[in-house]
């Protein structure tokens, strides 16, 4: 009598991997690297989401300075964004560099389409003090965006710009917040960074408020520092997190980003978006 015997039973095929968290950022590219739409996807790698981008205009930019600003055409702008929401899909949308009035406008039309958290970074100079949006774009900004951002992440210059509220020192963060409250976000965290004494950032709703405090670092490279935190917000809010615990886990990895930021160039090098790595 022969008996028959079992082949090797074939392994289960694999499981396709989960797609990470989806997070679009929208904004100017920074051809050094540190800032912009460079910065965003480093942060939203270091931080687990898979990132995407709609660049809305090229700078020509590095450690000393934006040299040059190139808008991109309102039709590219708006297919870079459609094409990434209508097939791949987001969690959270960043905006940072908007530069024109239009684009401002056309972005705004654009997010009203995505049914997700908004992160607006106000961006209105660069770090060397070179303009980066236009003056007619600011009421542009303020009525049709900022309505729109789940949160807005505006340090003090930006507060001025928005509402012309002047931010002296950490006292004045609550009256600022409120000022730009009224411009219709659901949340703002009012970056005290540019004041003296320790680093001292607000978020409010108007109703909760959290003080997010770190030591002040005595650092040159500082390139990027709010294009991360804001990205880092949206890389969170992905997640399904509270703005509360947004804020304080981009908080965190921006504090440990700055501590580690390097000298690149002859200017102010970028914050290390990679320094957990290099530890």
Same mark, same amino acid.
């Given at each position: 009598?022969?008996?028959?015997?079992?082949?090797?039973?074939?392994?289960?095929?694999?499981?396709?991997?989960?797609?990470?968290?989806?997070?679009?950022?929208?904004?100017?590219?920074?051809?050094?690297?540190?800032?912009?739409?460079?910065?965003?996807?480093?942060?939203?790698?270091?931080?687990?989401?898979?990132?995407?981008?709609?660049?809305?205009?090229?700078?020509?930019?590095?450690?000393?300075?934006?040299?040059?600003?190139?808008?991109?055409?309102?039709?590219?702008? +708006? #297919?870079?964004?459609?094409?990434?929401?209508?097939?791949?899909?987001?969690?959270?949308?960043?905006?940072?560099?908007? @530069?024109?009035?239009?684009?401002?406008?056309?972005?705004?039309?654009?997010?009203? +389409?995505?049914?997700?958290?908004?992160?607006?970074?106000?961006?209105?100079? @660069?770090?060397?003090?070179?303009?980066?949006?236009?003056?007619?774009?600011?009421?542009?900004?303020?009525?049709?965006?900022?309505?729109?951002?789940?949160?807005?992440?505006?340090?003090?210059?930006?507060?001025?710009?928005?509402?012309?509220?002047?931010?002296?020192?950490?006292?004045?963060?609550?009256?600022?917040?409120?000022?730009?409250?009224?411009? #219709?976000?659901?949340?703002?965290?009012?970056? #005290?960074?540019?004041?003296?004494?320790?680093?001292?950032?607000?978020?409010?709703?108007?109703?909760?408020?959290?003080?997010?405090? #770190?030591?002040?670092?005595?650092?040159?490279?500082?390139?990027?520092?709010?294009?991360?935190?804001? @990205?880092?917000?949206?890389?969170?809010?992905?997640?399904?997190?509270?703005?509360?615990?947004?804020?304080?886990?981009?908080?965190?990895?921006? @504090?440990?980003?700055?501590?580690?930021?390097?000298?690149?160039?002859?200017?102010?090098?970028?914050?290390?978006?990679?320094?957990?790595?290099?530890?």
């Amino acid at each position: 009598m022969v008996t028959a015997v079992p082949g090797p039973v074939p392994a289960p095929a694999p499981r396709a991997p989960a797609a990470p968290p989806r997070v679009l950022t929208i904004a100017g590219s920074d051809s050094g690297g540190g800032a912009g739409i460079q910065a965003d996807l480093k942060t939203m790698l270091e931080l687990g989401v898979h990132g995407m981008s709609a660049i809305v205009a090229v700078t020509a930019q590095n450690s000393l300075g934006v040299h040059g600003v190139w808008d991109l055409p309102a039709a590219a702008v +708006r #297919g870079q964004i459609r094409a990434v929401v209508d097939d791949i899909g987001v969690d959270a949308v960043k905006t940072g560099m908007l @530069s024109s009035a239009s684009l401002v406008a056309l972005v705004a039309e654009e997010v009203d +389409r995505v049914a997700a958290p908004l992160v607006v970074d106000p961006v209105g100079v @660069s770090k060397h003090g070179d303009p980066l949006l236009a003056p007619d774009a600011v009421d542009v900004l303020r009525r049709q965006l900022l309505p729109r951002a789940t949160i807005v992440t505006p340090n003090v210059d930006e507060v001025r710009l928005l509402t012309g509220v002047e931010v002296r020192d950490a006292a004045d963060l609550p009256r600022a917040a409120a000022a730009v409250l009224e411009l #219709g976000p659901r949340w703002v965290l009012v970056k #005290g960074g540019h004041l003296p004494g320790d680093a001292v950032d607000l978020l409010t709703d108007g109703v909760t408020e959290l003080v997010l405090r #770190g030591p002040r670092l005595d650092r040159r490279h500082t390139h990027g520092t709010g294009c991360t935190l804001a @990205s880092a917000i949206a890389a969170r809010l992905a997640f399904g997190d509270a703005p509360e615990q947004a804020a304080r886990a981009a908080k965190e990895f921006v @504090s440990g980003a700055l501590a580690a930021g390097f000298p690149l160039g002859g200017g102010i090098g970028p914050v290390d978006h990679g320094y957990r790595h290099r530890r």
